[in-house]
Nanobody
Framework: QVQLVESGGGLVQAGGSLRLSCAASGRTFSRGAMGWFRQAPGKEREFVAA????????YYAGSVRGRFTISRDNAKNTVYLQMNSLKPEDTAVYYC?????????????????WGQGTQVTVSS
């Protein structure tokens, strides 16, 4: 089992920044990856960013590329999502997820474990 705990969400004005953290404990997947997804009310869960544990390859959704940065600290089993230039449309519950492999990192079914989510609200 893998436990994922997100933190760092909150309320911020448009143009501001937030940094989300996701601490993983339990079983880890050295050949897998970690991802961030978000879900706004009435919408489907959508991919935001992903990073592989080995090599640190990163992947971004087009809507956040250039504004968000995903990073990892392997020693702490922690993944971060630095969010800059936030927009009201970034408002959502953000979920951290762990994947055992790197086959399908842009869709939810590619992940095996999920955190409880953290709310991010961007006011205009």
């Amino acid at each position: 089992q893998v436990q994922l705990v997100e933190s760092g969400g909150g309320l911020v004005q448009a143009g501001g920044s937030l940094r989300l953290s996701c601490a993983a404990s339990g079983r880890t997947f050295s050949r897998g990856a970690m991802g961030w997804f978000r879900q706004a009310p009435g919408k489907e869960r959508e991919f935001v960013a992903a990073i592989t544990w080995s090599g640190g390859s990163t992947y971004y959704a087009g809507s956040v590329r250039g504004r968000f940065t995903i990073s990892r600290d392997n020693a702490k089993n922690t993944v971060y999502l630095q969010m800059n230039s936030l927009k009201p449309e970034d408002t959502a519950v953000y979920y951290c997820a762990a994947a055992a492999n790197q086959l399908q990192l842009r869709i939810p079914r590619g992940y095996d474990y999920w955190g409880q989510g953290t709310q991010v609200t961007v006011s205009s």
